[in-house]
């Protein structure tokens, strides 16, 4: 498993082996640090995990090669319905992986992955 960036360790993310599809899971509980209105999760706090998501399934999809810079080019997120004050699960998935550029998306859930509560789909220029 990779190292959590910063941010992801600043609002209490950590990394779990995905079971269900392989590769690293980000898990962020519910608690002051992310909620915004009560009871629920701040949209920042939501997009930044879908952020860290994407960034880990990058990362381990070019694990083994010289590490690239990575610079978004551009990230869209969709919110779907409010993040409860529950555990929150987000995953990556690399779409494209190209010289220069990264397709990632990125979903985040609480009780189902099949009902995500926001996703996010970003475009990463790799500086080799």
Do not use: C
Not at 36 to 52: D, N, Q
Not at 79 to 86: D, L, P, V, W
Request: hydrophobic content about 45%; proline content about 6%; overall charge positive.
């Amino acid at each position: 498993m990779i190292e959590l960036p910063p941010y992801a360790r600043l609002i209490g993310a950590t990394l779990q082996p995905d079971e269900e599809g392989g590769g690293s899971l980000l898990v962020l509980p519910f608690g002051d640090r992310v909620q915004g209105r009560p009871g629920f999760f701040h949209g920042g706090a939501l997009a930044g995990l879908l952020e860290m998501a994407a960034f880990t399934a990058l990362l381990e999809a070019l694990a083994g090669q010289d590490m690239p810079r990575i610079k978004p080019i551009n990230i869209t997120v969709d919110y779907m319905r409010g993040g409860r004050a529950r555990d929150t699960y987000a995953k990556g998935l690399v779409t494209r992986l190209g010289n220069r550029i990264a397709n990632v998306t990125a979903d985040a859930w609480q009780k189902d992955r099949a009902t995500p509560i926001a996703s996010a789909r970003l475009n990463l220029l790799l500086d080799r």
